[in-house]
């Protein structure tokens, strides 16, 4: 090591930040730094991909045929219009494991005592992992609903609704992506932390709407997919996208399914933000 | 002047260990305190709790003047830390990291980027620093790790285990390092489970076993308390010992011992060289012939030992660390 000339101690004035501006520089700061991770590890946006890509083509031309949408016509063709809204759904909450993953990995590696050490608001690490997340899953979402239309899916209601469809998506990935991130924190290991992150995700998603119509399930259960806040952004999704294979199912929450899933979105992301939060801050590593 | 770092009594239980059992510190401005002892001895929780990643059940404690539980951000933008495993990210470059770390020290871009010119410079990584640390040697994530830690050029810093699983040329490295940081005026508290280590660099020791410090003072003061020099002696002939014994008594301050198989013969004496030299005086007058002779004082290994009634090797029960334990050494007695 070369001798130091400089190095002499106090020599950097930081700046002052506080509060919200504090706190949006120091995420900006993470979620860049997450960013520059994925673009290192390519395989896992590719493996990220290949998931809901083989999902579309599998649902839809192997068991598309069979399942029966009432009030329509059944063809593997109008039972793509129905999936998507699904697959689109399914493949945002998957952010979970992206998070859950991502947080094990940097408790155990030290990476996180790093950045408990540094004068940076707390929450930011969190903040700054969630937002990376994010900008995967609205890449995934591009990609996904290019080959969505190459499988003959089409909007139609119109290009501000299908936006409009997409910020629901990605509010709903948000929301789940501090789910994840809490997973992350309780399970400090990386492997653990991705199969935790995506094992209660099958019920979750399957319960739903999302790949068959709730009539079909028995009875008792056909509430709890109805009001599974998957499944009214599923339904909303349906409506916005103009996706809506027959009428719309008879259940309060599917009726209104656009309030009720920005309603369920923002109430997972406030609850499990906190929860996560509280647990970063008191976490002993 | 206030301590750059006291510490109060701290407590911290885990469950049923209580990992801090009422320690109290303080490290004087521009010094340094090695804090030694084995694995679990409470080092690393005590470097926690001054670092404010982890709030103690009791005690108190002030980092630059600053109270490290009442205004834990303030002590942050203070101190640099540095642990026993490297706290890098390994899937960005070396540059990457410290830009991030600078930045989130609340320096403008374009401070923290010529300050991680600056850093990786000094601590030859220059020619890495586009590579991702992933591709770095064990010893280079230290280095960056500690030049991570140096961003903001930190009045006070903490060490834990600095060099706990490095070869001795990137060991000799880092301590050139610690040595110059402490010239310039840093305040440095460093924990270590290598005597030799905290001998070289550290004004002051504590030692730590099981939550509390058991012992402080110099290296000198601490070999002092467990009794003076001794000679050692090793006769060519096994048939001499007793020859020799008796050409020893007059000097001795205590009961010789004797190793028969290897024909050693150690026995406490004060007045150091002049006694070493009337021994070997003593010696050849009564034909003695001796393989190897010599004035042995007392190394921490020997204070940690009368001080725990346990040796300090504890090396081996820290393998979970992702740091490659390649070309650690056995860190037994230096005699």
């Known amino acids: ?82 999936l998507m809204a699904g697959i689109f759904a399914q493949t945002v909450t998957f952010a979970v494991a992206g998070a859950s993953a991502g947080i094990a990995e940097d408790m155990t590696k030290g990476l996180v005592d790093r950045f408990r050490s540094l004068p940076m608001t707390r929450s930011a690490v969190l903040v700054g992992r969630t937002l990376a997340d994010l900008v995967q ?132 992301m406030a609850f499990f933000s906190w929860l996560s939060v509280r647990k970063y801050r008191s976490a002993v590593g | 002047m206030a301590p750059a770092i006291q510490a109060e009594n701290l407590v911290k239980t885990f469950g049923d260990v209580r990992a801090l059992d009422g320690v109290s510190l303080d490290v004087p401005e521009g010094t340094v305190l090695g804090l030694l002892g084995p694995n679990g001895a409470g080092k690393t929780t005590t470097v926690r709790v001054l670092t404010t990643l982890l709030r103690p059940d009791s005690g108190r404690a002030t980092v630059a003047g600053v109270d490290v539980l009442k205004h834990p951000n303030k002590v942050r933008s203070l101190i640099g830390l540095s642990g026993q495993y490297a706290a890098v990210d390994e899937y960005l470059t070396g540059r990457e990291n410290l830009q991030m770390v600078g930045e989130l020290y609340q320096m403008t871009p374009r401070d923290a980027k010529a300050r991680a010119l600056e850093l990786l410079e000094w601590f030859n990584l220059t020619e890495a620093m586009d590579r991702t640390a992933k591709t770095y040697s064990g010893g280079m994530r230290r280095r960056l790790d500690l030049a991570a830690a140096l961003v903001v050029r930190p009045p006070v810093m903490f060490l834990d285990e600095p060099t706990t699983g490095l070869d001795p040329r990137n060991r000799l490295a880092l301590w050139e390092v610690i040595e110059t940081l402490v010239e310039q005026g840093t305040t440095l508290l460093l924990t270590t489970q290598y005597l030799e280590e905290a001998d070289r660099l550290a004004h002051d020791i504590a030692v730590v076993d099981h939550g509390k410090v058991i012992a402080r003072g110099t290296a000198d003061e601490l070999k002092a308390q467990i009794g003076g020099e001794r000679v050692e002696v090793v006769v060519h002939e096994r048939g001499d010992v007793t020859e020799a014994l008796a050409a020893l008594a007059p000097y001795a301050k205590g009961d010789p011992a004797v190793e028969k198989n290897t ?39 020997d204070v940690f030992l009368s001080l725990t009634g346990h040796a300090t090797e504890a090396a081996d029960t820290d393998e979970e660390q992702q740091s490659p334990a390649k070309g650690r050494k056995g860190h037994g007695k230096d005699a």
């Open chain 1, 1 to 82: 090591m070369t001798t130091a000339t400089s190095h002499a101690i106090g020599g950097a004035v930081p700046r002052q930040r506080s509060g919200p501006a504090a706190m949006a520089h120091d995420s900006w700061v993470v979620a860049k730094r997450n960013l520059r991770r994925m673009t290192r590890i390519p395989e896992i946006v590719v493996f990220g991909l290949m998931q809901p890509v083989m999902f579309v083509l599998l649902f839809s031309y192997v068991m598309g045929g069979a399942i029966r949408i009432p009030g329509a016509q059944s063809s593997s063709s109008t039972y793509t219009q129905f």
């Open chain 1, 137 to 268: 899953t609205a890449f995934t979402l591009l990609v996904l609903a290019m080959v969505a239309l190459l499988v003959g899916w089409r909007i139609h209601e119109g290009f501000p609704k299908a936006l409009a469809a997409f910020g629901l998506l990605l509010l709903l990935g948000y929301a789940f992506s501090w789910i994840g991130a809490l997973i992350g924190l309780s399970v400090r290991s990386p492997e653990a932390a991705t199969s935790a992150g995506l094992i209660w995700l099958f019920p979750l998603t399957f319960i739903s709407n999302a790949f068959v119509p709730v009539s079909s399930m028995p009875s008792w259960l056909q509430p709890i997919a109805y009001w599974n806040p998957f499944s009214a952004t599923v339904q909303a999704c349906r409506e916005l996208f103009g996706n809506q294979v027959g009428p719309t199912p008879d259940s309060w929450p599917m009726e209104h399914a656009v309030v009720v899933s920005v309603v369920w979105s923002i109430v997972i």
């Open chain 2, 263 to 301: 024909r050693k013969i150690t026995v406490p004496v004060s007045g150091g060289a002049k006694v070493l030299a009337d021994v070997i005086r003593e010696l050849d007058s009564r034909s003695i012939e001796i393989d190897d002779i010599g004035l042995r004082r007392p190394t921490l290994d």
